[in-house]
């Protein structure tokens, strides 16, 4: 089974940058497709970025030009880099991939909080 922990989440002000995480342990497969999602409380949980294991990427409209997703393929480590944040980017950040989502139905990690406020 593989575990997935997120890092790197804290308390910024507007306009400020942060550089998230995502280490798998106990990974039976490399090259995964993988990605971010979030969830704001009162909201359900929706889709951040991903990025295939060649290296193209997509994000969600509402952070595009800002987010930049990026990995490690060596290491197993995806990265979430955050510029230019804002109030509404305020969630708790989770990282997945596709290996993981077809054989470990209904797992999250813990994820790691973004908080985004003066």
């Known amino acids: 089974q593989v575990q997935l922990a997120e890092s790197g989440g804290g308390l910024v002000q507007p306009g400020g940058s942060l550089r998230l995480s995502c280490a798998a342990s106990?990974?039976?497969?490399?090259?995964?497709?993988a990605g971010w999602y979030r969830q704001a409380p009162g909201n359900n949980r929706e889709f951040v970025a991903r990025?295939?294991?060649?290296?193209?990427?997509e994000v969600t409209q509402k952070v595009k030009g800002r987010f930049t997703i990026s990995r490690d393929n060596a290491k197993n480590i995806l990265y979430l880099q955050m510029n230019g944040l804002k109030p509404e980017d305020t969630a708790v950040y989770y990282c997945?991939?596709?290996?993981?989502?077809?054989?470990?139905?209904?797992?999250w990690g813990p994820g790691t909080q973004v908080t985004v406020s003066s």
């Open positions: 106990g990974s039976t497969r490399t090259f995964d497709l």
């Open positions: 990025i295939t294991p060649d290296g193209t990427t």
């Open positions: 997945n991939s596709d290996s993981v989502m077809r054989t470990q139905h209904g797992y």
